[in-house]
Structure formats: C-alpha cells, structure tokens
C-alpha cells in the first residue's frame, strides 16, 4: 500500500493544489495566487513626464479601488456596456472598466484599464486583472 508510505501533510498539499489551480477559462487565469507582479507589469514608468506621473497616481488608485470592488475615486462614470453588467469609468487620461460578464457558463469579473497616450505618450497601454470563473 503506496498510501501509507507519503505522510498525510503531503497528501492534503497535492490535494489543495489540485483544487487551487484555476480551469477552463483559456488554459487557466494569470491571475491565480494573489497578483505576484506589480500593477500595470510591462509600463515604464521611468519615461513618463511629471502630468502623467501626476495622472498615472489617478488612475492607480481607481485601479486598486476597483479591484477591491468599490467605485473610482478620480474616473467618472461614462457608461455601462450593453448586455452586461460591465461599468466604463472615464479618467485623465485613461478609462477604468469594471468588468462584469456573464455568459452562459462563465463569468467574467474585475478591473481593467487602458492609459491612453496622454500619459503613455505613445501607444495606448492595457491592463487587466479580470478573472474567468465556471466552467
């Protein structure tokens, strides 16, 4: 009897592994463990001017507002897109989507943003924490 040979803590680790890892959405979310790289991972910041420093702080701390659920501090409401739930918040310099999608076997849910060139000072820049959960 293999069992009785790996001890039980070990057992229950490959368990909740098992359980943990994400499925069925694209392979399984990026965003499994909490967020292990910083926010907006792959921007240089380095090369922003001191407006779009300023206008960045904004839209950093609308991100993490909306990524604990609550509405932006700074963006202000522009729409809801049709057929979901998904709220679009308009900011200097970027816009803020709570995203909230449900379809028939899937949900879809949390922030997303896109700088726009005034603060990236070149191409449009998108990140996202939106998570897959279902099926």
């Not at 407006?51 to 702080?57: E, P, S």
């Not at 990524?67 to 900011?91: D, L």
Request: proline share 7%.
């Amino acid at each position: 009897m293999i069992m009785r040979r790996i001890p039980f803590a070990l057992f229950l680790l490959a368990i909740a592994i098992a359980c943990a890892v994400p499925t069925g959405c694209a392979g399984g979310s990026p965003h499994f463990m909490p967020r292990m790289h910083p926010l907006f991972a792959g921007l240089d910041e380095q090369k922003l001017g001191g407006g779009a420093k300023a206008m960045l702080a904004e839209a950093r701390t609308d991100f993490i507002l909306a990524r604990r659920g609550q509405n932006p501090q700074f963006a202000k409401y522009a729409s809801t897109i049709p057929y979901t739930h998904s709220r679009v918040f308009e900011g200097s310099g970027y816009q803020l989507t709570l995203v909230n999608k449900n379809e028939i076997a899937r949900l879809y849910v949390g922030p997303k943003i896109v700088l726009n060139s005034k603060i990236t000072g070149g191409e449009p820049f998108t990140y996202d924490e939106v998570d897959c959960l279902g099926d």
